[in-house]
């Protein structure tokens, strides 16, 4: 029951963050559509295309990090997982879970401290617009703890139903 509501609230977490990153990049496009039209029709410009941009770009990659591992389309090197079966390759496969969430769990309280400190600080970006830092610290944040989570699922996962095969489009 536990393990069925945890996967579940990954599944959750992870569409949300997917569609977040949908939502950034049909932003982007937007944005850069405009900076090209008041660029090229106007002598104008938003002043702030690179900058805001450049954060959608980091937020839509750390957002979209949890759907693409739940969904398994992450890069991933799978040569001795080839050459495992049974209980090795669910060692092997937790091991590697395990290993991931603690670079991610350190990776993330480092952000977690960053976002609290550029918060209470009242932090702004050196850039014309004086963008609040902690927005963007707030959005890596939120797609860490989102990867964190689906890590848990797929451990859980794995030891419930086994490794999954690997699926390779076009074969």
Same mark, same amino acid.
């Given at each position: 029951? &536990? ?6 609230? /990954?599944?959750?977490? /992870? ?22 039209? &008041? ?25 979209? =990090?949890?759907?693409?591992? =739940?969904?398994? @389309? ?8 080839? %050459?495992?079966?049974? @209980? ?6 937790? %091991?590697?879970? =395990? ?6 769990? %350190? ?18 970006? #050196? /850039? &014309?617009?004086?963008? #609040? ?7 890596? %944040? ?11 699922? /797929? ?17």
């Amino acid at each position: 029951m &536990l393990s069925r509501t945890v996967i579940r609230v /990954s599944e959750i977490c /992870s569409g949300a963050g997917i569609a977040v990153a949908a939502a950034l990049l049909v932003y982007m496009v937007i944005h850069i559509i405009l900076e090209i039209i &008041l660029r090229n029709f106007f002598a104008s410009s938003t002043n702030s295309m690179g900058e805001y941009v450049g954060y959608a770009t980091g937020a839509m990659a750390f957002m979209a =990090m949890g759907h693409t591992f =739940m969904s398994r @389309k992450h890069v991933r090197v799978s040569l001795l997982r080839r %050459f495992l079966r049974g @209980k090795i390759a669910i060692a092997v496969e937790l %091991f590697c879970i =395990m290993a991931t969430f603690a670079m991610f769990a %350190f990776m993330t309280r480092y952000i977690w401290l960053i976002l609290m400190r550029d918060y209470t600080r009242g932090s702004v970006s #050196p /850039s &014309l617009m004086a963008t #609040p830092t902690w927005y963007i610290d707030a959005a890596l %944040f939120a797609g860490l703890v989102i990867f964190l989570i689906q890590l848990v699922a /797929s451990a859980i996962d794995t030891v419930i139903n086994g490794v999954p095969e690997e699926q390779i489009e076009g074969e």
